[in-house]
């Protein structure tokens, strides 16, 4: 039982490169999410999938686009990446029910825009 | 918008103290407050949550406290040990959305 996995863990892009950040879940949770982590501001939302088929924007959505291919998996791609995208990037699935949540993150991934 | 606030952004304590970490939320339709623990290097991992029905709530060492009236929630760790130093987040479920937004957070360090 994998739980959530994140891929690359590591990556160095060129300004105006773009690349996929690949996120997939073996607990069959529903809602899906990406938040970037860097220092002093915390883990801020980025997009998030409440269900199959569905994607809505967080706090820092400029820059980045979604996709939630399907129950597993939800991807994060930067069309062309920037200085200010230099990150830690967690994907996480979220089990919940009324007035409870629970974050499960994969394992990070850490980009540096040069 | 709804927005989480965490203060302080670094504590450092001696092993064996209490060390204190506050939370203040804009939502009012926050229902669920949790909290995870990121180790060096690591992802976050829950270590205790508390629903808005629940003024405080204990596991051993750690414990968490909610004023709904004041849209405040505090993280107490007591007789802090070296392997609670970690960075700490608190966060605040949206009851409109179900959005789980993060604190800024908290990295603790514990002294021997």
């Known amino acids: 039982n994998a739980g959530v996995t994140q891929t690359p863990k590591f990556q160095v892009l060129k300004t105006g490169q773009s690349m996929t950040l690949q996120c997939a879940q073996d607990m069959n949770h529903n809602s899906m999410y990406w938040y970037r982590q860097d220092p002093g501001m915390g883990l801020r939302l980025i997009y998030y999938?409440?269900?199959?088929?569905?994607?809505d924007k967080g706090e820092v959505p400029n820059g980045y686009n979604v996709s939630r291919l399907n129950k597993r998996e939800f991807s994060l791609r930067l069309e062309s990446a920037a200085p200010s995208q230099t990150s830690v990037y967690f994907c996480?699935?979220?089990?919940?029910?009324?007035?409870?949540?629970?974050?499960?993150f994969g394992q990070g991934t850490r980009l540096t825009v040069v | 918008g709804e927005n989480v606030e965490q203060h302080p952004s670094t504590l450092s304590v001696q092993e064996g103290d209490s060390a204190v970490i506050k939370c203040t939320y804009s939502d009012s339709a926050s229902n669920y407050f949790p909290w995870y623990k990121q180790e060096l290097g690591k992802r976050p991992q829950l270590i205790i949550d508390?629903?808005?029905?629940?003024g405080e709530k204990k596991d051993q060492r750690i414990a968490v406290t909610l004023n709904k009236t004041a849209k405040h929630f505090s993280l107490h760790i007591t007789e802090t040990q070296p392997e609670d130093s970690a960075v700490y987040f608190c966060a605040a479920r949206s009851g409109n959305t179900g959005k789980l937004i993060f604190g800024q957070g908290t990295t603790l360090q514990v002294k021997p």
């Open positions: 508390i629903r808005s029905n629940v």
């Open positions: 999938s409440a269900s199959e088929g569905t994607t």
């Open positions: 996480a699935s979220m089990i919940g029910g009324f007035g409870y949540t629970e974050a499960f």
